[in-house]
């Protein structure tokens, strides 16, 4: 079963990026580039990797520990990317809401809702292995790397190049707050999916 959710993860990610790099039979790596703008896109890639790790060592007979690591990596950072939809973005988009993140396209309901929630049950239903608190910290590393990318992206980087605050993080100049907030929340994330694993 833990094989079978993993491969669906993965081959679900690489579907979806092949479908952002094409666009009416044309290659499109344009459109690609945008979409790996967003920490959604950033976060699924990350997982799929490993997912498709974690099943060839799985087949292969042994998981190693900087697969399982990546894996809880990858999971940790699409957990965030679920939480982010449903307690932040939902909320400031309002009525609506559902179709925008969810419904609108099948990419919006695989990476938003599917995939993380895939991805917390197979790490903590059958990879489970027990964790330290160090070991837990690396899950932090995703949302901290992103956040620099952002802040940089959106504050500091050349008008021309300058990123559109497609999160609304920097919204009345409030980086700093939810750059704490998002930090915390990921810090949370990392503490329950600890104990899930030390259950």
């Not at 950072?77 to 939809?85: E, I, Q």
């Not at 497609?166 to 998002?182: D, E, L, R, T």
Request: glycine residues 8%.
């Amino acid at each position: 079963m833990d094989i079978v959710m993993n491969l669906f993860i993965f081959l679900v990610t690489a579907a979806i990026l092949t479908g952002f790099s094409r666009k009416d039979g044309r290659r499109t790596p344009e459109r690609l580039k945008t979409a790996l703008r967003f920490f959604t896109c950033q976060s699924n890639v990350l997982c799929a990797a490993g997912c498709l790790l974690t099943a060839v060592f799985t087949v292969a007979g042994e998981v190693p520990e900087w697969v399982w690591l990546l894996k809880y990596t990858g999971t940790a950072a699409v957990t965030v990317t679920l939480l982010t939809v449903f307690l932040f973005l939902a909320p400031s988009i309002g009525e609506g809401w559902e179709k925008k993140l969810l419904t609108g396209t099948a990419h919006d309901l695989a990476m938003h809702l599917i995939t993380p929630v895939l991805a917390i049950v197979s790490f903590s239903a059958f990879e489970r292995r027990g964790m330290t608190f160090t070991q837990s910290l690396t899950g932090l590393l995703p949302v901290f790397l992103y956040g620099l990318l952002y802040i940089r992206k959106n504050i500091y980087a050349p008008a021309e190049k300058r990123w559109e605050d497609f999160y609304g993080f920097n919204k009345g100049g409030k980086m700093a707050v939810s750059s704490i907030v998002m930090l915390a929340g990921t810090f949370l994330v990392c503490m329950a999916l600890m104990a899930l694993q030390n259950a």
